[in-house]
């Protein structure tokens, strides 16, 4: 840049007129597209940004996970937190950290160590959650069926089933503006209407399994449209409603166990009875692999939400509500009435979730436990699928994945299943703080910065 | 910028003038290029760099804290203690200094009063003795006028005189060019974030326009006179309260007839808002009747009211118009996304929707590298056009458009004043609302000027722009008193109303 003349320098133009010759330069340029546009999109996007009020957190928060590259954000997010897993094994393992006490003067000890813990921990888990050589090559000289080389495969698709419905009842409501921290009460009382109907119900076969689905879909949706309603109604906020009616599920399921006619009559703890085979959703590889039809349906699932969400008219007002309430409210969309929509239906899904819970192959009775923490890992799984119902479902797979694998981990390596759930967390927070990520490997930004500095200087 | 000018800074909208204020005031920072102040480059990391470099900034959104007196909010961010102490606030002595301020550059504003009981105007004038109790050389305008009546721009005008006379720089952001020409010593025309221009005050309006947009825009609307049908829409003795749960609409009439364009003036706040976001059944009624087209419509669901035929441009359009997020074709149909030929049952007719966008967008001109693209990422003239173009691509009875034009540049506006005009002229009856005077007189049959939530006067657009900047103001001489429509009664109430505020 030539030094501009101090007499005619008036700060106001000078800017500009710098603006003006730097883009000029870069007109020369073949990267002049790349190198302008952010510089013309924030020129031409601050003004409005001045005019408008500020957005809500929840609105802010979508941006912000949508602007990230979302492939490379969430690549890196998962090395990451592999990196930081990796750690947090050493140290927790007392053995190898001692080690640590002489690496100056042995570092190949610590090395050594570090790496056979992280690796054999790490290859516990695939081999767990996808592929095990050793059981492939049993069943090629015969010492074991096919089902121990799809036993991994069984297992990730047994705990996706769930977290996809429960991905997608948050995911939902979130692009229609709303948190629904309610997954888990949702799911409990879906988990419990359907376990009700599983047991309580004498039905033929087929016909069973159908009511005993729709019951833990109902249970949801009840449990949602309760948040809904007052939303609409009275203006509560969804977060502190679906948070109490988390806990009120929760006690709602322990108290109903111990109850006559629920509990399992032969037993003194706190388990009801069994759901009659009749209303178990089917296993698809045989008997001795987990994985049910729950995972059909949970395909299924996902693809008729993103019909909803991309191709309906209620989609498209959910869509508009979640953006824009004020700008949907003058287009003659009522907003209270999509509220109580949205909700019922993220219910109906974190229900179906429970659902797969009873109906399934992880358990077929009711204890207080019996959901997990389907309905809160629902949550994680909507951010890590950027709230986009295909997304969602994969997500689901990658934390059903960790689970399955974090199993073989634990009795293998003996890295205890909490670092699964570490794991799963760090990768959300990552994920969440895509510029934390975004400076650890010094992505575009500080690229593209360095990039238009030499174009600048060169031309 | 020299010493005691008043330098004008012109442009349409997003041409860049306040990103190039931020950057100056260190809101932004600059991706290449310098600031030069006295010769010295200046690095600015944030707005108290540039208040210690001299620089002062009055905003478009004026940033005070409601709640908080005039002292205390041009205390704000430079706090005076007691002794030095943090934590021990020196009120007195700043009071102090703004009475001083104050009293040095004619700007009287009561140290005391809560800043949301305070008119604009006055509001404006805060901003000014918060950057002059900085010491600043250099005071940033961005936009004053937009939001004060014709008497307040002309006091605004005068304060900034006696600034320029004691030797305060002022750079003056605008695109309305009247004030410009009054004011400026200096004009420099800002396109697209490159200077195109520099121009003498003494440079006729059209020439400033035509260096604003490019080419050259007629600046006065070309139409026939008009001529009104029946009535279509019928207010009668509406009452609306606003948000705050204070009157806002207190016993209106208004009739708008087919085939003509009733412009309604007034300042902002005087009502103007509540008594469309009524008749378009966002806001409840509590007393009174909307009548269209002989069918009471108030308490209406908003969808009924657009279904019975009433298109509707919103005065905010990035809050009530549009959905950002969505591409240009779904705001195309926002407001008819469940109706045939766009649905069918549950199902959007997506085919259906992106034919009809790509129609819409070549008749409307809207300047888009595609209908999928988010309509925030258009300009702001732009994507008022894509509202323009939803709500008239039906066929409607009453057409209501509110600040249609705003924040909108000039080769936009001409394009909407021109539909606005084709939509009276098929019969449309039309109900323009808008602070822009110049627009209400171009496009106006009849002029109806609201005053605290009624109408104080109804005139037609050849009356002189004093007297309407009078009636603005709430006083009604004699003339005016004889052309108002509504009914002696209604007048005699006015005084009356005034007292209970």
């Known amino acids: 840049m030539s030094s501009p003349n101090p007499q005619s320098g008036s700060p106001d133009k000078e800017p500009a007129s710098e603006a003006q010759a730097a883009q000029e330069s870069l007109d020369n340029t073949e990267r002049a597209e790349d190198a302008t546009t952010p510089q013309a999109g924030s020129a031409t996007a601050t003004p409005g940004d001045a005019a408008e009020p500020k957005p809500s957190l929840g609105r802010l928060f979508v941006a912000n996970l949508w602007a990230a590259n979302t492939v490379t954000v969430t690549v890196l997010s998962l090395v990451l937190a592999i990196v930081v897993g990796a750690i947090l094994m050493i140290i927790s393992d007392p053995e190898v950290l001692s080690t640590y006490s002489y690496i100056t003067a042995r570092p190949s000890d610590a090395l050594n160590a570090s790496w056979t813990l992280v690796s054999e921990a790490y290859a516990n888990l695939f081999k767990g959650s996808v592929f095990d050589p050793e059981a492939f090559s049993g069943w090629l000289n015969g010492s074991n069926g096919w089902q121990a080389v799809l036993a991994p495969i069984s297992e990730t698709l047994t705990y996706t089933a769930p977290l996809v419905f429960t991905g997608l009842s948050v995911a939902l409501a979130f692009r229609g503006g709303l948190f629904n921290i309610g997954g888990q009460g949702q799911a409990t009382v879906g988990v419990v209407l359907a376990a009700l109907a599983g047991f309580a119900l004498p039905l033929p076969p087929g016909l069973h399994l159908l009511v005993a689905v729709l019951a833990g879909a109902l249970g949801g949706a009840i449990w949602g449209f309760i948040p809904g309603i007052l939303k609409a109604r009275t203006g509560a906020h969804e977060v502190i409603i679906t948070i109490m009616l988390n806990y009120i599920g929760t006690y709602l399921l322990t108290w109903l166990i111990v109850q006559n006619g629920v509990q399992d009559p032969n037993r003194t703890d706190a388990i009801s009875k069994a759901v009659d085979p009749s209303a178990q959703l089917p296993r698809l590889l045989g008997d001795n692999l987990r994985v049910h039809a729950g995972i059909l349906l949970a395909v299924l699932a996902t693809w008729a939400v993103a019909w909803l969400l991309n191709r309906s008219t209620l989609g498209f007002e959910l869509r508009a509500v979640g953006a824009n309430p004020d700008a949907a409210r003058t287009a003659g969309i009522s907003v209270a009435r999509t509220f109580v929509l949205i909700m019922v239906f993220a219910g109906l899904l974190a229900g179906l979730g429970g659902a797969n819970m009873v109906l399934g192959s992880t358990a077929s009775a009711l204890t207080p436990l019996v959901v997990a923490q389907i309905g809160f890992d629902g949550i994680l799984v909507a951010l890590l699928g950027r709230l986009k119902p295909w997304g969602v479902a994969l997500a689901a797979l990658l934390f059903g994945a960790l689970q399955a694998g974090g199993n073989r981990m634990q009795s293998y390596s003996g890295i205890s299943l909490e670092l699964v759930t570490v794991l799963q967390a760090l990768i959300v927070i990552f994920i969440a703080a895509p510029a934390l990520v975004k400076a650890i490997f010094q992505l575009r930004a500080a690229r593209a910065a360095r990039l238009q500095t030499s174009l600048a200087k060169g031309w | ?501």
């Open chain 2, 1 to 501: 910028m020299e010493p005691g000018e008043i330098h004008a800074l012109l442009g349409e909208n997003g041409a860049g003038k306040s990103t190039l204020m931020n950057v100056l005031y260190g809101l932004y920072q600059p991706d290449e290029g310098e600031i030069l102040v006295d010769g010295e480059p200046l690095k600015l990391r944030g707005p108290s760099d540039a208040i210690s470099a001299g620089i002062g900034m009055v905003h478009q959104h004026f940033m005070l804290v409601p709640v908080f007196t005039v002292t205390e909010n041009i205390m704000l961010g430079a706090e005076r203690t007691r002794g030095g102490l943090a934590g021990f606030l020196d009120r007195r002595r700043a009071r102090r200094e703004v009475v001083e301020v104050s009293e040095r550059y004619g700007l009287r504003v009561d140290p005391d009063a809560v800043i949301e009981d305070l008119p604009v105007g006055i509001q404006q004038r805060v901003e000014i003795v918060k950057a002059l109790t900085r010491d600043v050389d250099l005071l940033i305008l961005d936009e004053p006028t937009a939001v004060l009546t014709p008497q307040e721009t002309e006091e605004l005008l005068t304060v900034m005189r006696s600034l320029k006379a004691a030797g305060k720089s002022i750079v003056f952001i605008t695109h309305k060019l009247g004030e410009v020409k009054a004011i400026a010593d200096r004009i420099t025309v800002i396109r697209r974030g490159k200077t195109v221009g520099t121009a003498s005050p003494e440079a006729s309006r059209d020439e400033l326009a035509a260096l604003m947009v490019g080419r050259n825009v007629r600046l006065t609307v070309e139409k026939a006179a008009a001529k009104p049908g029946k009535p279509v829409l019928e207010v009668a003795g509406l009452v609306v309260d606003d948000d705050r749960q204070i009157r806002a609409v207190d016993g209106m009439d208004l009739t708008v007839h087919a085939g003509e364009v009733l412009g309604v003036a007034g300042v902002q706040g005087n009502g103007q808002t509540e008594l469309i976001e009524a008749i378009m059944g966002l806001r409840p009624t509590l007393a009174g009747s909307v009548t269209l087209d002989g069918e009471q419509i108030d308490g209406w669901s908003t969808k009924r009211v657009l279904r019975a035929g009433v298109g509707y441009v919103p005065e905010d359009r990035s809050v009530d118009g549009l959905v950002k997020e969505f591409s240009v074709a779904e705001n195309l149909v926002l407001d008819i996304y469940d109706r045939p030929p766009f649905a069918g049952g549950l199902a959007l007719k997506r085919d259906a929707i992106a034919a009809s966008a790509k129609e819409r967008i070549e008749q409307f001109d809207v300047r888009t590298s595609s209908a999928a693209m988010p309509v925030g990422t258009l300009s702001g003239g732009n994507q008022q056009k894509v509202i323009v173009a939803r709500e008239l691509s039906r066929p409607l009875k009453l057409f209501i458009a509110a600040q249609p034009t705003r924040g909108v540049d000039v080769g936009s506006i001409e394009f909407i004043h021109s539909q606005v005009i084709h939509e009276r002229d098929i019969g449309t009856a039309v109900l323009l609302v808008s602070s822009e005077l110049d627009e209400v007189l171009g496009l106006a049959d009849r002029v109806a000027v609201m005053y605290r939530g009624r109408i104080i006067g109804i005139v037609g657009p050849d009356t002189p722009r004093e007297e309407i900047g009078l009636l603005m103001a709430g006083i009604t001489p004699e003339a005016a008193t004889e052309q108002a429509e509504a009914r002696p009664a209604t007048d005699g109430d006015a005084p009356t109303s005034e007292e209970e505020e």
